[in-house]
């Protein structure tokens, strides 16, 4: 599959575009690589461009009393934005980095005004899309706060099994709000469980 093919299948994932607009969006869409450990934002700078993962996954992470804490990971087909205040784009809090080699498409303002000249609809599809995002975040943050660790980590295994094969387990437990041991203690046991469960 090449790299426009690539970006047809995630654009058209979002079911609200036509598809004369979403080869529209293919034939302008940037689209670049860029190796594992890439620093594609640091904490203090003014977010100019955004990003959406074809392949490989990105970092979100802040240091925190000298200590690097995980608080996202952007596999295939989703989307890192920056946040946005009455207009105007504020410093990052956060990092972001290219947890694995990535192909990335790249948005910026430039490109979002030509795209809304081709695609008028575009900022009432964006406005859609960011709120189901941000019900999303918030329904995952309720139940991110209010379960154990071991809940947590079940959740992950559930519903993003294959972030546990390819991110460090330092970066999975931070993630989870969890020291390393207590993870490799919590995944020890879930294990003896399915092995139990296939016993019987």
């Known amino acids: 599959m090449n790299l426009k093919e690539k970006v047809r299948e995630v654009v058209s994932q979002i079911e609200i575009f036509t598809k004369e607009e979403i080869e529209t969006i293919v034939d302008i869409t940037i689209v670049d690589s860029y190796k594992k450990g890439t620093i594609l934002l640091k904490e203090g700078q003014i977010p100019t461009k ?10 979100e992470y802040q240091i925190i009393d000298g200590e690097e804490k995980s608080t996202a990971f952007y596999m295939e087909g ?7 205040n009455k207009g105007r784009t504020v410093s990052s ?8 080699d990535c192909i990335l498409t790249i948005s910026h303002q430039n490109f979002e005004d ?3 000249t081709l695609v008028p609809r575009l900022d009432a599809i964006i406005s859609h899309v960011a709120m189901e995002k941000l019900n999303n975040a918030k329904e995952e943050w ?6 154990s660790p071991e809940e947590r980590y079940l959740n992950l ?18 993630y989870l709000g969890m020291k390393p041991q207590s ?6 046991r879930t294990l003896e469980k399915i092995k139990n469960s296939k016993i019987d």
């Not at 955004?50 to 970092?59: A, D, F, K, N, P």
């Not at 809090?93 to 694995?100: I, L, P």
């Open 114 to 116: 030509q795209l809304r």
């Open 183 to 188: 993870l490799s203690r919590i995944r020890k």
């Open 78 to 84: 989703e989307s890192c934005t920056s946040y946005v």
């Open 93 to 100: 809090n956060h990092y972001w980095e290219c947890a694995e």
């Open 157 to 174: 295994l559930q519903n993003r099994p294959s972030l546990l094969n390819r991110i460090p387990h330092h970066q999975i437990a931070s």
């Open 50 to 59: 955004c990003y959406m993962v074809l392949e490989g996954c990105i970092r």
């Open 142 to 147: 309720s139940d991110f706060v209010s379960s």
